[in-house]
């Protein structure tokens, strides 16, 4: 069970788990695995109430490109390929060749492995490469937290009229509404207050798992 999810108490938790789609023995087996392979980095996945949500926003938007910023063990990225429409492709950013190994396997698994291109380096720089235009349709940042502001930078001009971002971790546990305890915490409120007077963009954020922002692009 994830731990991310606040403002729930343990068995309504659950209960919002077992009713988030049908199981998905796949995704249970990459999150144990993530979980065995790097105990101390499990928390970096997605809650599961996470995966078909993210599935479904991709279905909705239809996207011919979204961008994925953190991959980390592919549990997200697979999400969004499974929502992709015919022809739809996900670019998948992160520095770790690790990490995103186990990711390669598992979306082979989940049969998304031509859905999906990985570009292994920073995501700020990898972002800047992309053509200029407005071409994304969808994006989800769920990185480091101090990087947020740049991919934002990066993001936003780059995406269609109506295309979506989805921003993971802004609540921060809780802490957003308390003097900083660390500089990801200091640099999401700052970055919070940031995209709610962001002009080009219609945002909310959705108070489930740890936080999701919601930005659509105007």
């Known amino acids: 069970m994830s731990f991310k999810t606040i ?3 343990d068995e309504l ?3 919002v788990v077992a009713h988030a789609g049908t199981p998905d023995p796949l995704l249970d087996e990459l999150a144990a695995e993530t979980r065995a392979t790097h ?30 910023v953190g991959t980390f063990t592919g549990l997200s990225s697979i999400s969004i390929a499974r929502g992709l429409p015919a022809g739809g492709k996900l ?8 990490y995103t190994s186990i990711a390669r396997r598992y979306w082979a698994k989940a049969g998304v492995r031509d859905r999906v291109e990985l570009r292994i380096g920073p995501a700020a720089r990898t972002l800047a490469e ?12 769920d990185a480091d937290k101090t990087g947020y502001p740049t991919y934002w930078a990066e993001l936003v001009p780059r995406m269609r009229q109506g295309g ?5 971790n802004v609540l921060r546990g809780g802490r957003i509404i308390n003097p900083p ?17 962001d002009q080009r963009v219609t945002s909310a954020i959705l108070p489930f798992s740890d936080g999701i922002t919601m930005a659509v692009k105007k």
């Open 39 to 68: 105990p101390d980095l499990a928390n970096m996945q997605i809650a599961p109430e996470q995966a078909p949500f993210m599935t479904m926003v991709a279905m909705i938007v239809r996207p011919k490109i979204a961008v994925e």
């Open 130 to 141: 992309m053509p200029s235009e407005p071409h994304i349709d969808l994006a989800f940042i």
């Open 181 to 197: 305890s660390n500089p990801d915490d200091e640099a999401m409120i700052g970055f919070n207050d940031a995209v709610s007077a």
């Open 7 to 9: 403002g729930l108490s």
């Open 13 to 15: 938790h659950r209960y």
């Open 91 to 98: 670019i998948c950013c992160d520095i770790s060749e690790v």
């Open 164 to 168: 979506v971002i989805l921003i993971d």
